[in-house]
């Protein structure tokens, strides 16, 4: 019994490889379709593309494997019935639920390996994933600089006119033009700051002036930057180190945001998948497996 074992398992391993390769591939394929015009704007380099890919692997795998594990065991199953095996099996006292006994164990090994795979190596990999991207998301677009060239930037566009090469990384741009087309708005950031430089010139004091726009606006964010300034202002620490520590909080608390979300995606992704999506595949491919088996009279 246990040569037929390996026999069997055996028979499953090519479709259950081929099966694997595609679906990992359709989702390559889509996270490509998703990331490209990205990653092509910021024009990144193959390494860092490999990379994405390489972290995003361990979770594309645990998608793949239930899909590969129920195409293997189809075109394994199949393939028996149709040359006949089955049914010298059954010839030979070998009773359905032994034959089918090794596909369950496999099932059931497959399982287990995936769960561990999604509690111990996803989550790793998926926070390196989502630490490259992010770095990558922060890249600034590179612009032609050239002369006569325009540029947008936000709502603003940028006529460029005269523009040298001092060195490597210098540039001297000159006969610069920034106009905001017709119908675009401010944002509400900056009319906040419109405001309070209007409370300024107005005669009230810088610290009641960030006050009154960190209540306006209610977002921690905002009182937090409010409340560094006004103790900058009070001690006489450099404004510039400030705006820099400032950003810096800003940017971690965007990344760590992002970081959250990101490992919240595959556990609330899984929910459907297990409820929706694998349970048709696997009536799909039982069905036809089912009438397969009734053709060639093993039930």
Do not use: H
Not at 41 to 52: E, F, I
Not at 121 to 135: M, T
Not at 195 to 209: N, Y
């Amino acid at each position: 019994m246990r040569r037929l074992d390996r026999y069997l398992v055996g028979e499953t391993l090519l479709p259950f490889g081929i099966g694997a390769a595609a679906a990992v591939m359709l989702l390559t394929g889509g996270l490509l379709a998703e990331f490209g015009p990205l990653l092509l704007d910021r024009k990144v380099g193959m390494l860092a593309v490999l990379q994405l890919l390489l972290f995003r692997l361990p979770f594309l795998l645990v998608i793949a494997t239930p899909v590969a594990t129920a195409v293997g065991t189809a075109m394994a199953v199949s393939r028996l019935a149709r040359d006949q095996e089955v049914l010298v099996m059954r010839m030979a006292g070998v009773s359905v639920r032994r034959i089918f006994l090794p596909y369950i164990v496999m099932g059931l090994a497959m399982f287990g390996l995936t769960y561990w795979f999604q509690e111990a190596v996803v989550p790793g990999s998926g926070s390196a994933f989502k630490q490259l991207f992010f770095r990558i998301s922060l890249m600034q677009s590179q612009p032609s600089l050239a002369p006569n060239t325009v540029l947008r930037v936000r709502e603003f566009i940028f006529c460029l006119g005269f523009v040298q090469q001092r060195s490597e990384r210098v540039f001297e741009v000159q006969e610069v033009t920034a106009f905001r087309p017709k119908g675009v708005k401010a944002g509400a950031l900056s009319q906040e700051f419109s405001r309070m430089l209007r409370d300024l010139r107005a005669g009230l004091p810088r610290a009641e002036a960030l006050k009154r726009m960190a209540e306006r606006m209610d977002i921690p964010q905002i009182s937090n930057f409010t409340s560094a300034l006004i103790q900058a202002d009070r001690v006489g620490a450099n404004l510039s180190d400030t705006l820099r520590s400032q950003a810096n909080q800003r940017r971690e608390e965007r990344f760590l945001r992002a970081e959250k979300l990101a490992l919240e995606a595959p556990v609330k992704m899984m929910l459907p998948l297990v409820m929706f999506f694998f349970p048709l595949i696997f009536l799909f491919i039982g069905y036809f497996i089912y009438l397969k088996m009734i053709q060639e009279g093993i039930l």
